[in-house]
């Protein structure tokens, strides 16, 4: 089946995401907005109670993350990702190393660039459009986020929480 | 914030019922199938950590919990609701109470009927239409869930899962 690993920011910040999403982003009904610390990745049901255990370990030897929101940017050309873009910090950072390290399949797709997508799916034209008007906006948002959540997809494309793992505890 | 407390049922269950909600569910993007377990209630901030060290603690106390899905029915004509049917289960029964008793409201709207909805906020005539044809389909799954997710509420109606609680641990 396949699995995931997201942190969920705080309502208010997940609002606000909404507020655009629902318009720009394709994946709007699928999963609340949220921050992707691991990529889609395959897990047996055989292999899942290794998994989540790990899992537990690694959060527990890790520090709560530090999620510092400053604007909104584009991976455009690349992709045409409208995003709220977070600051980096070793916290997330080092989240974000033990999920590729070693029982973990090292499955970037690029370089991590913390972020809550509010757009997808868009033609070159409205991305430019989109991101010049916001990047006038100020979008600043604090939080420390002490726990990750591991999901797995359903075969309409939404994604189920299966476990939360605290993150410090 | 408004939070809830919802099972969900394997991957297979939650795609069948996926496959219906998403012709006659209005609540199809906002959550993934489940089974509710308590509706929603209000829980400040402040009061978040004493109410999550208790959901800590039942489920800790119960049983994992028995599924038995073994038909499609309704509640019409008290609601328009379609939904696959949960036998009463005491593990099931002893979850609910200690959801619904000290300190938790005892908000319930109606008496517990276990179930998975797949559809809602339809017209009298397409419930009978529905439910006529569904009524005559074998639905049978069985599974044992040992975990609860406490969900809250944002403003565009989704649900975003806070915390895992697994049952029997």
Redesign the interface.
């Given at each position: 089946?396949k699995y995931g690993i997201a942190l969920?920011p705080a309502?208010k910040l997940?609002?606000l995401a909404?507020s655009f999403r629902?318009r720009y982003d394709s994946h709007?009904?699928w999963i609340?907005p949220h921050i992707t610390v691991k990529e889609p990745f395959e897990v047996s049901d055989d292999n899942l109670p290794y998994i989540t255990a790990k899992l537990r370990e690694i959060a527990s030897n890790l520090s709560p993350v530090e999620i510092d929101v400053y604007k909104v940017d584009t991976f455009s050309p690349q992709s045409n990702t409208i995003f709220f873009k977070i600051r980096e910090h070793k916290t997330l950072t080092a989240l974000y190393e033990k999920l590729h390290s070693e029982p973990f399949e090292e499955n970037k797709k690029y370089k991590f660039i913390p972020h809550v997508t509010i757009g997808q799916d868009l033609s070159k034209d409205e991305v430019a459009d989109i991101v010049g008007r916001l990047k006038m906006k100020k979008v600043e948002h604090h939080e420390v986020i002490d726990?990750m959540?591991l999901m797995?997809q359903?075969?309409?494309g939404?994604?189920?929480?299966?476990?939360?793992f605290?993150l410090g505890e």
């Open positions: 089946m969920f309502k997940q609002d909404n629902m709007y009904a609340p726990r959540q797995y359903l075969e309409n939404s994604w189920t929480v299966y476990e939360t605290r």
